[in-house]
């Protein structure tokens, strides 16, 4: 099942939620749709199940307009954020209702019940009632009973947000593995990032109404397209500043407020527009005693925040501030006041402009140079 968003609005009283989003996700596409709280991604599945109408837009499923067919007909499954089982009704009776709301007779019931129940790893708590179960347990049987009616589409509501920590990485990699093994197209709303770079085959950054990026979480994470999507990730070193100077091959970039100039491989967004802002990815950065790449800068180090196998080291460049994450390992010899070398290579920093940059040269074109061709063509 195929699904295209056209110019969703929804309003609540004056409050504008969404506002004219579009979004085509493909066939069998696992769709992870990512962002703060109270950006509207529940209203937005709600919307596509049929729960709630949206002021304005279509929505397509399959190429079939489905605004006004109502939610039983729109063959979706959906799983909750607070599992919403029948406390009163067994796991297999919690299962069993969508199957018998529509009509399926008590042999076909049955062995699809079990079906699905050994798929998630519930069939010996079929007689167990929701009380007696583990936060993990319940989800899985809202998954049960949203998979049982054979869907074309599953929408999953933050599903894993009241799971222990520990149960979490083992039912991500069920889901992922149960979307797989079904085919089914599913659209998961979350707020936790790890959750879309594991589950994802692309990611959408839902900000104030729309979406921001849609890419997969490789390169979303590592190619932000805006200053929003570069914080919202933890990419938030974001320089502003201007070409001073143009090569062959890159540029020198002299960032604002500062007195320091970096060396950045030649984008053609360079040519046309001289004030832009950079990302710099904290991932991306080396933190050594001795200078290296085209870029190292002598500053001292402010803070260092302990991340697991990871490290968030602060360093003052000369009043700049950046963020670096390191291996915890590259760092033992490193304290706070310790000067040390931020080194990063031309290609690490890539502009804010609107498009990935990780592309091939000729089709390295942001959104400011594709305008500024069209004029120069009308002229």
């Excluded at 949206?54 to 979706?76: F, S």
């Amino acid at each position: 099942m195929s699904i295209f968003l056209e110019d969703i609005t929804k309003y609540f009283g004056s409050q504008k939620v969404l506002d004219k989003l579009s979004l085509k996700i493909k066939k069998g596409e696992f769709h992870v749709i990512l962002g703060p709280s109270g950006e509207g991604k529940s209203t937005l599945l709600s919307i596509i199940a049929g729960l709630l109408k949206p002021d304005k837009g279509n929505i397509w499923i399959d190429g079939q307009l489905v605004n006004e067919l109502p939610p039983q007909k729109r063959q979706i499954g959906f799983v909750f954020q607070d599992f919403a089982l029948f406390p009163h009704l067994t796991v297999f009776e919690n299962v069993a209702y969508g199957l018998k709301a529509r009509g399926v007779k008590n042999n076909k019931l049955k062995e699809r019940i079990c079906f699905y129940l050994n798929m998630v790893g519930l069939d010996m708590y079929r007689d167990k009632y929701p009380p007696e179960l583990s936060g993990g347990q319940k989800q899985r049987v809202a998954l049960a009973r949203a998979l049982a009616i054979n869907p074309r589409l599953l929408l999953l509501d933050e599903p894993l947000s009241h799971i222990d920590a520990w149960q979490q990485e083992k039912l991500r990699e069920d889901l992922k593995q149960i979307q797989q093994n079904t085919g089914v197209t599913t659209i998961y709303v979350t707020h936790d990032q790890l959750e879309a770079r594991v589950l994802a085959d692309r990611v959408s950054i839902l900000h104030q109404g729309r979406i921001e990026q849609v890419e997969p979480p490789e390169e979303l994470f590592y190619q932000p397209k805006t200053g929003f999507v570069a914080n919202f990730i933890g990419a938030t070193n974001i320089l502003d500043g201007y070409v001073s100077k143009m090569n062959d091959n890159n540029v020198k970039f002299k960032i604002k407020d500062s007195d320091l100039t970096i060396t950045v491989k030649k984008y053609p967004i360079f040519q046309d527009k001289r004030q832009i802002r950079l990302c710099l990815h904290p991932e991306k950065i080396i933190l050594s005693l001795r200078p290296e790449k085209e870029n190292h800068f002598l500053g001292v180090v402010e803070d260092i925040k302990l991340l697991g196998i990871t490290a968030r080291v602060n360093v003052n460049i000369r009043g700049l501030k950046i963020k670096a994450i390191v291996p915890r390992k590259h760092i033992s010899s490193i304290t706070r006041q310790t000067s040390v070398w931020v080194c990063f290579s031309s290609d690490v920093p890539h502009p804010l402009c609107g498009r990935c940059h990780r592309l091939p040269p000729h089709l390295r074109r942001c959104n400011q140079c594709r305008e500024n061709k069209q004029k120069s063509v009308e002229l």
